[in-house]
């Protein structure tokens, strides 16, 4: 009988990264929405002038206080905005602090003001997206035509976040003449069982017609029409010192090459080339570090003081028993 070992891992590891891409197929370990090409083909992308109007929004969250049946978190969304490539906008966003678990759920199901069935299961993920794309659409709302609105990751929401929301988004979107784009910094496609952005970037680099400094861009897929919106999926290496290549989506009707020759203009910083510099201003403003968890915490245990809950009881609903054990 075989051995689970690291070294056995590691082999079997080995094996599906140097196979070789030849008849492999494309897979989305995913929600498994999407229609993926047959054959990748890398393609060349010049770089556009910068748009005008640029917006980047991204999503953070944070667990401060675990009690297992019952826990404390917190989410908020943030997005800047670059006007003529100066920043005149950084809004870290409302911190939207929840109780999961037990019967609390249903309250926390009731803050997302969405049209969901009661029993729809609520955790962090969901919360967190769903006010990450209302604060898209009010980025929508606010652009002026012409204008780019960055979002962290793919431009498929939540599964439990009805899919007429985002078609809604879409078509006001391209109504108004503003260009949606997800970013994915770490993207789940594969093929032949390996990642397959990886594949791509060395391809890419020895490809007669590109070669290791070249900007280029590939079909990926599109949103089967079950999904209820239409998207394409498309990996793009938008600067030409950048180590990484990323998966982009759009909308189903954007002009690809257009579209992602805009974003390669936002896409030139020297900490990070190749990464749309806004979303990176928007992470940072998302995140939830460990000084606001701790701050969060105790903004939570002076409420329960004051609420009467003895420091005992807080002590043992929430310490972490794991930590103290391996402090000892």
């Known amino acids: ?161 009805p899919s007429d929301e985002m078609a809604r988004l879409l078509d006001r979107a391209a109504g108004r003449e503003v260009l949606l784009a997800g970013v994915t910094k770490h993207s789940s496609l594969a093929r032949g069982g390996a990642p397959l952005l990886g594949q791509l970037e060395i391809e890419a680099g020895v490809h007669p017609a590109l070669g290791p400094r070249a900007l280029w861009w590939a079909r990926l897929g599109r949103t089967r029409p079950d999904v209820g919106y239409g998207l394409q999926v498309v990996a793009a290496r938008l600067d030409r010192d950048a180590r990484f290549a990323f998966r982009v989506d759009l909308p189903a009707e954007a002009d690809p090459e257009q579209a992602l020759a805009a974003v390669a203009a936002v896409s030139d910083d020297a900490a990070f080339p190749g990464y749309p510099y806004p979303l990176t201003v928007a992470d940072r403003l998302a995140a939830c570090p460990r000084w606001l968890r701790e701050e969060a915490w105790l903004e939570v245990d002076d409420a329960l003081d004051r609420a009467g809950v003895p420091p005992e009881v807080r002590e043992r609903a929430f310490a972490d028993r794991h930590r103290l054990m391996e402090r000892a």
């Open 1 to 161: 009988m075989a051995t689970a070992t690291l070294d056995s891992a590691a082999l079997r590891v080995a094996a599906l990264l140097m196979r070789g891409a030849n008849g492999a197929e494309l897979n989305d370990p995913g929600a498994g929405q999407l229609e993926l090409e047959p054959e990748v083909v890398l393609r060349p992308l010049v770089q556009a002038p910068a748009p005008a109007d640029v917006w980047a929004v991204d999503g953070g969250q944070a667990l401060v206080a675990d009690a297992r049946c019952l826990q404390v978190v917190v989410t908020r969304a943030a997005r800047v905005r670059f006007r003529a490539g100066v920043c005149v906008l950084e809004d870290d966003g409302e911190l939207r602090a929840h109780v999961l678990g037990g019967g609390e759920s249903r309250a926390a199901l009731a803050t997302l003001e969405l049209e969901v069935p009661p029993g729809t299961a609520v955790d962090i993920n969901l919360l967190r997206d769903r006010w990450e794309w209302d604060l898209v659409g009010r980025c929508v709302e606010e652009a002026e035509p012409g204008a780019v609105v960055l979002v962290d990751g793919d431009l498929q929401p939540d599964w439990r976040i």
